[in-house]
């Protein structure tokens, strides 16, 4: 079975522009994280969808935002992009979104804003 | 303000060596706690986790010792191998936000052949 896809794997973006990064999460899992991972640190909670809906959001902009789709991949989308932007940014599916669900991530999408 | 505290930042040890990697957490809501396995160019991957109502869990070489009036927590890895070499993630879910998971800084974990 095919675990999380993202992409793209790599971008790079200069200060102001947009960017779209999608993940397909595992087949069956309906809830989808995203966490942004700054070089030499742990990962961040930035949103968390489930069946469509919002269901958390961290302490980030609101030049970040996602949606999740009908066939429950989704989109993080980062607006007036910023050189603190430039991050691995990773997406995570889980079957639910319920209490002690394992979190299965992808390999990331690198950003690199110049 | 870092929810969980992680340390040795980096670890180096023998071949057959038990690291040891420790957490610490303040807020008494979280109700899981897992450990993450990360190689250069992959997303984490889950390890093993626990519960704070049982103070150990083994799977396989890897066990969790938990302390919940200390609210500590830490990773022993068994028999240690090259290929552990990794960084290693602690984390902790909030229970009132649902399933938003507080993360460590990391450790570098380097076993010497």
């Known amino acids: 079975d095919a675990g999380v896809t993202q992409s793209p794997t790599h971008l790079i973006k200069t200060r102001g522009q947009h960017v779209t990064l999608r993940c397909s999460p595992i087949s069956g899992h309906k809830s989808v994280s995203w966490y942004q991972q700054v070089l030499g640190q742990g990962p961040q909670f930035i949103f968390q969808?489930?069946?469509?809906?919002?269901?958390g959001r961290g302490n980030f902009p609101d030049r970040f935002s996602a949606r999740q789709f009908p066939n429950y991949s989704s989109e993080l989308n980062v607006n007036a992009l910023l050189l603190g932007d430039s991050a691995l940014y990773l997406c995570?599916?889980?079957?639910?979104?319920?209490?002690?669900?394992?979190?299965?991530f992808g390999s990331g999408t690198q950003l690199s804003v110049l | 303000q870092q929810q969980v505290k992680q340390s040795p930042q980096s670890l180096i040890v023998q071949k057959g060596g038990i690291p040891i990697i420790n957490c610490a957490y303040e807020n008494t809501a979280f109700d899981y706690f897992p450990w993450y396995q990360q190689f250069p160019g992959k997303g984490p991957a889950l390890l093993i986790a626990i519960r704070p109502d049982v103070s150990e869990k083994k799977e396989g070489r890897f066990t969790i010792s938990f302390n919940k009036s200390a609210k500590q927590f830490s990773l022993h890895i068994m028999d240690s191998q090259p290929g552990d070499s990794a960084t290693y993630f602690c984390a902790a879910r909030d229970a009132a936000t649902g399933n938003q998971f507080y993360f460590g800084t990391g450790t570098s974990l380097t076993v010497i052949p």
């Open positions: 969808y489930y069946e469509k809906e919002e269901r």
């Open positions: 995570a599916s889980s079957p639910s979104a319920g209490a002690g669900e394992k979190l299965f």
